[in-house]
């Protein structure tokens, strides 16, 4: 069994921070790709970034430069650092991640969201 779990969600005000962190947790062998995606009230989930196992990273052209994704892979852990944080942003944050579990097998697993809200 693996289990994603969010946290570091809150109520922040514009121009302001958060670092979600991600943790990964059960009978992993490796995580691979990881990933966040947001999905704002009545919109569709929408890609943020992705972090690959070697850390290189890819971000959706419109966070570039105030979102920064990253990983540790000793805590299985993956953060999301959003700085200079707009309404917009408000959003649940998903982590995704692919991973391979101790028995070989493989799949894209979903931690159960963490709510980001930017208001004043």
């Known amino acids: 069994q693996v289990q994603l779990v969010e946290s570091g969600g809150g109520l922040v005000q514009p121009g302001g921070s958060l670092r979600l962190s991600c943790a990964a947790s059960?009978?992993?062998?490796?995580?691979?790709?990881a990933a966040w995606y947001r999905q704002a009230p009545g919109k569709q989930r929408e890609w943020v970034a992705t972090?690959?196992?070697?850390?290189?990273?890819n971000y959706v052209d419109s966070l570039k430069g105030r979102f920064t994704i990253s990983r540790d892979n000793a805590k299985n852990t993956v953060y999301l650092q959003m700085n200079n944080l707009k309404a917009e942003d408000t959003a649940v944050y998903y982590c995704?991640?692919?991973?391979?579990?101790?028995?070989?097998?493989?799949?894209?697993?979903w931690g159960q969201g963490t709510q980001v809200t930017v208001s004043s």
């Open positions: 972090v690959t196992s070697a850390g290189d990273t």
């Open positions: 995704n991640a692919a991973i391979t579990t101790l028995d070989s097998m493989a799949r894209t697993y």
């Open positions: 059960g009978t992993i062998k490796s995580i691979n790709d």
